[in-house]
């Protein structure tokens, strides 16, 4: 297993290469999205989230302390929301840096992944019966939500509801589905926000 900061050094400098490429990396396809993709698409958000912090810091001498609270959504439960950072450490030299670096753990899927995704979902789910039109639909409408978020987030959501214990265990709404890639994208966004607004 190579060494977090090799890894998210190699994802930064294929972020570079691929934006002086291929354009924004939220719309290329290019040899360097592609290897983001698979890096994002073998962990799970909090592990992304984790070792961005972890790099950020190592590397860039960047500390970013997630600030949150308490939630309890009304089918039970609860959960940590990050709300925002406290940054230090951010110098005119680093912050392209620490912004590229987030900006490719926010690399989306194409829509072709999503499609696969959201496929075996809908084959290990319980569902109603639908005519081959609405299936369709509800694919393209699926995928196409999963497709707005990070790559990581997206399987994992996809992996989230496959796996959960209820009995019978129903395909998602597509407002479980989006409320569950916003709970988990979240804190990137909030990094992300706080390194571009950091004075």
């Known amino acids: 297993m190579k060494p ?6 190699g994802l930064v400098s294929r972020a570079q290469e691929d934006a002086n490429s291929t354009g924004p ?16 698409e073998s962990q799970s958000p909090a592990e992304t ?17 997630p600030q949150s609270r308490m939630m309890f959504p009304p089918e039970g439960g609860f959960y940590r929301r990050t709300t925002g950072f406290q940054v230090s450490g951010l110098t005119p030299e680093n912050r392209e840096t620490a912004r590229q670096a987030v900006q490719s753990a926010m690399t989306r899927p194409p829509l072709d992944k ?21 299936l369709d639909l509800t694919m393209s409408l699926y995928a196409a939500c999963l497709a707005k978020y990070p790559a990581d987030v997206a399987k994992q959501a996809c992996l989230h509801f496959a796996m959960r214990s209820a009995k019978p265990n129903w395909f998602p709404t597509l ?19 706080a390194l571009e607004n950091k004075r």
């Open 114 to 134: 999503c499609e696969e995704w959201v496929a075996g979902l809908h084959a290990v789910t319980a569902r109603r019966r639908d005519d081959t039109a609405t």
């Open 49 to 65: 989230d984790r070792n961005l912090l972890a790099w950020l810091e190592s590397s860039l001498n960047v500390a970013a302390k």
């Open 4 to 9: 977090i900061n090799s890894v998210i050094s």
């Open 175 to 193: 407002s479980e589905l989006a409320e569950w890639c916003e709970r988990e994208a979240a804190q990137r966004q909030q990094l992300l926000t």
């Open 25 to 40: 990396q939220h719309g290329g396809r290019g040899v360097a999205t592609v290897a983001v993709l698979a890096k994002l």
